[in-house]
C-alpha cells in the first residue's frame, strides 16, 4: 500500500533536475550530521539523505520533517538502506526516499509498496540492469572512483544508458562534477565535499555544486 505521506516520484525527479545534488549526511556524530542536514536543507539542496551510519538516523529524519512541516521540498529520505529491517525503519520515520549502496530485493518491494522515490546501488552491468528491473526510479553507480571514474561510468552508459537515469557516488570533489556530468550522470551524491568551515563557506560550496551540477 502506497504511504500517505509519500511524495510521488514523479516531485522527487522533478527535485533533482532543479538540484541535481543528493547531499549525503554521513557522521559519526549525531549532533554533526544534524548540523550538517540543517545546513543542507537551508541552501537550497532539495534532497538531503541522512544515512544510517548516523546513530539515531531516524529520530534526526523525524525531527527534520518535523520542522520542515507538510510536504516538500525539500525532501528527507535515507541512506545505507542495505536490507529488508532499515527499510522498514526509514519509512516508519517519513522518509521520503530510500537510498541503497547495494542490489536488495526487499528493500525495493517495500519502497514500491509504498510508493517512495528509489535510488538503488549498482556496479557492474548485470546489477545494473537488475536495478532497472527492481524498479529503481534511479541507479546509483557506486563506488565510482576506485574503479575509473567518470571513464567507466562513460562505458557503462554505451549499452546501459536507456535504463533510467544514473546517479554518480562514491566520494569525489565538487570541482570533479562537470566529469561525471559529462559520462553522461544526471545527479550527483556528493557530502564532505558541501561542508566548508563556517556557514558562509558551506553556502558558497553548494551554490559552486548546484552550478556545476546543472551545467
Do not use: C
Not at 54 to 71: I, K, M, Q, S
Not at 155 to 161: E, S
Amino acid at each position: 500500500m502506497k504511504s500517505a505521506v509519500a511524495a510521488a516520484p514523479a516531485e522527487l525527479a522533478a527535485s533533482l533536475a532543479r538540484a541535481p545534488i543528493v547531499a549525503v549526511v554521513r557522521t559519526a556524530s549525531r549532533a554533526e550530521a544534524a548540523q550538517q542536514a540543517r545546513s543542507f536543507l537551508r541552501h537550497g539542496l532539495e534532497l538531503v539523505e541522512v544515512t544510517f551510519t548516523v546513530p539515531d538516523a531516524a529520530v534526526l529524519v523525524r525531527e527534520l520533517l518535523a520542522e520542515r512541516g507538510t510536504g516538500g521540498p525539500p525532501w528527507i529520505g535515507m541512506g545505507t538502506v542495505t536490507n529488508a529491517e532499515r527499510a522498514r525503519d526509514a519509512l516508519a520515520a517519513g522518509a521520503e526516499f530510500l537510498v541503497s549502496p547495494n542490489l536488495s530485493v526487499d528493500v525495493a518491494r517495500l519502497a514500491r509498496a509504498a510508493g517512495v522515490y528509489l535510488v538503488m546501488g549498482a556496479m557492474t552491468p548485470t546489477e545494473i540492469v537488475a536495478a532497472h528491473e527492481l524498479g529503481a526510479d534511479l541507479i546509483k553507480v557506486y563506488p565510482l572512483p576506485p574503479i575509473g571514474g567518470p571513464a567507466y561510468l562513460r562505458v557503462i552508459r554505451q549499452p546501459l544508458g536507456d535504463l533510467g537515469p544514473m546517479l554518480a557516488g562514491g566520494g569525489f570533489d565538487i570541482e570533479e562534477i562537470p566529469a561525471y556530468r559529462a559520462a553522461g550522470a544526471v545527479a550527483f551524491g556528493v557530502g564532505a565535499p558541501l561542508v566548508g568551515a563556517d556557514e558562509a563557506e558551506t553556502g558558497r560550496r553548494i551554490a559552486r555544486a548546484l552550478a556545476l551540477a546543472r551545467g
